[in-house]
C-alpha cells in the first residue's frame, strides 16, 4: 500500500504543516493530477480542501505539471522544475516524473483552498521549547564556534 509525506502549505500565514499519509488517505491521494483540488478531509483535514501542487519519488525526481501520464521520462529541458539552468539558452537531459500520483511518490506537496471550521493550530499543536526544570529559564546557547579566516 502506498504511504506519502505531504506538506500542506497554509497561504494565508505563511506556514507548512506535515501529515502522514498512509493507508486509505493515501488511496485517495492515488490517480489524482498536480493542479487538481481535492478534499482534505481523509487527511485529517475535515472541511478543509487543497490544490496538489508538486511532489517527488523516492530517488528525489520532482514531478512536472505538464507531462501526461503516470511515469518517469528523460526530457531535454531549458528551465522550470527540477532544472535551473546557469547560463541563457542552456539545456540539459533531466529525469522527470509525471504528473498522475503514483504508488511511486514519496512526498506530496499541496497548498489550501479552502478552510474548515477547525483552525489548524488545534489540529497540529506547536511544538513546545524545551524547558529546564520548573520556574528555571532554559539555558542559554552556546555561543557559535569561530571559523578560521581564509587565505587570499
Known amino acids: 500500500m502506498a504511504e506519502?509525506?505531504?506538506?500542506?502549505a497554509d497561504p494565508k500565514t505563511g506556514r507548512a504543516y506535515n501529515v502522514d499519509a498512509s493507508g486509505g488517505a493515501a488511496g485517495a491521494l492515488v490517480g489524482k493530477k498536480i493542479g487538481e483540488e481535492v478534499d482534505?478531509?481523509?487527511?485529517?483535514?475535515?472541511?478543509?480542501?487543497?490544490?496538489?501542487?508538486?511532489?517527488?519519488?523516492?530517488?528525489?525526481?520532482?514531478?512536472?505539471?505538464?507531462?501526461?501520464?503516470?511515469?518517469?521520462?528523460?526530457?531535454?529541458?531549458?528551465?522550470?522544475?527540477?532544472?535551473h539552468p546557469k547560463m541563457d539558452g542552456q539545456r540539459r537531459r533531466?529525469?522527470?516524473?509525471?504528473?498522475?500520483?503514483?504508488?511511486?511518490?514519496?512526498?506530496?506537496?499541496?497548498?489550501?483552498?479552502?478552510?474548515g471550521e477547525k483552525k489548524l493550530e488545534e489540529i497540529f499543536p506547536?511544538?513546545?521549547a524545551?524547558?529546564?526544570?520548573?520556574?528555571?529559564?532554559?539555558?542559554?546557547?552556546?555561543?557559535?564556534a569561530k571559523t578560521p579566516a581564509k587565505k587570499k
Open 4 to 8: 506519502f509525506k505531504v506538506v500542506i
Open 94 to 115: 533531466k529525469m522527470l516524473r509525471s504528473k498522475e500520483i503514483t504508488a511511486d511518490f514519496v512526498q506530496i506537496n499541496a497548498k489550501l483552498t479552502g478552510y
Open 40 to 83: 482534505a478531509g481523509p487527511l485529517g483535514l475535515a472541511g478543509y480542501k487543497m490544490q496538489i501542487t508538486g511532489g517527488s519519488d523516492r530517488t528525489g525526481t520532482p514531478a512536472n505539471s505538464s507531462l501526461p501520464g503516470a511515469g518517469r521520462k528523460k526530457l531535454l529541458v531549458a528551465g522550470g522544475t527540477g532544472y
Open 126 to 128: 506547536a511544538k513546545q
Open 130 to 144: 524545551k524547558e529546564g526544570k520548573e520556574g528555571e529559564a532554559p539555558a542559554a546557547a552556546a555561543p557559535p
